[in-house]
């Protein structure tokens, strides 16, 4: 099967199709699927957790958990699903994997300071502009990061892009450098799971260094 | 001895162990964010350590899955509380500064007073 038209890759399939056949429907109705269609996978995951707290799965469980997921839906007033993500399962299994293996390995490397001599163990705080534009991307790499031992958000600059990310137990300027590497891992490694097209390929052509962001400030407090 | 056995033989402990480790770390670390580290991560392991190793008792599938969102939960509301903490804990200047090999947000910080300062001197000027 060859593409007819050379276009984004990836990117179209799907979604595209999905709304070609909305474009297809009379005007008021498709209102009406486009605002059910993008509440749906929401809808979908709360009633699953329903019917996990539930108990076991029967129509009526399921029917009920769609029901009361639909109301807290509506009286949360809680926003559609964002869009510009996109699932790439791939990533996502590379995503999940490597944070399983940092969170051990970091947790062993924890305890082992807890048990020795942990007053000589310190800290430092460090800026890392990220690569990618997405708030959402970089929501989840922060949160991904707090969650990892040894690397703690302690603030973010939005409008810059940038994350503090504070880092424990640390000796020297060299574990300090290790520090910003694996936060710049840990982005990349976000953007491959959960970024569009344009992310990766920003993420590719980005900058490693800390650079002051166009129109914006240095970081490293390049201008006096 | 099952597998299962085996499993819980094998995890149950260990999951204490990390569950364990986490407090003497909160106990024994000197400044406030080694033990918000601490406390907040070797025991997200220890309890997911725990849930691996209780999972093979129990028979009935659902409790399983109960599990794995008890997890789940723990994994996405530990860094929200995580980096409250840290983020409330540097405003008020709670972070002991000695501990730390460079500090980047406190530079950054200081920067932005500066040319806030600065702008504040230029416009009180413009009005003058």
Known sequence: ?224 | MSAGDIITAVFLPLGAAFSLIGCVGLLRFPDLYGRLHAATKPDTVGLIFILIGAAPQLRSPGAMVAMLLVAMFQLMTMPVVAATLGRVAYGRGEVDASNMIVDELAEDLREVAARDEESDDGAEAGRR
């Open chain 1, 1 to 224: 099967m060859t593409a007819p038209h050379p276009r984004a890759p990836r990117d179209s399939g799907v979604r595209e199709r999905l709304a070609r056949l909305v474009d297809r429907l009379p005007r008021p109705m498709r209102r009406w699927v486009l605002r059910i269609g993008v509440r749906m996978p929401m809808v979908a995951w709360l009633t699953v957790m329903w019917l996990i707290l539930w108990g076991d799965v029967t129509l009526g469980a399921t029917v009920a958990g769609a029901i009361v997921a639909t109301g807290c839906y509506a009286a949360a007033k809680l926003p559609r699903m964002p869009i510009g993500v996109r699932l790439r399962p791939l990533g996502i299994v590379r995503v999940v994997v490597v944070l399983a293996y940092d969170l051990l390995v970091s947790s062993v490397h924890m305890a082992w300071h807890v048990l020795h001599r942990p007053g000589r163990a310190r800290g430092a705080v460090v800026a890392v502009p990220l690569q990618t534009e997405s708030d959402l991307l970089m929501a989840m790499t922060a949160g991904g990061l707090t969650m990892v031992p040894g690397s703690m958000v302690v603030g973010l600059n939005r409008d810059e892009g940038v994350l503090y990310v504070h880092g424990f137990p640390l000796h020297d300027e060299r574990s300090v450098e290790k520090l910003r590497r694996d936060v710049r891992r840990t982005e990349e490694l976000f953007v491959r799971a959960f970024g569009t097209a344009a992310d990766i390929a920003g993420l590719n052509g980005g900058t490693p260094e800390r650079v002051p962001a166009p129109g914006g400030r240095g970081a490293d407090g390049g201008e006096g």
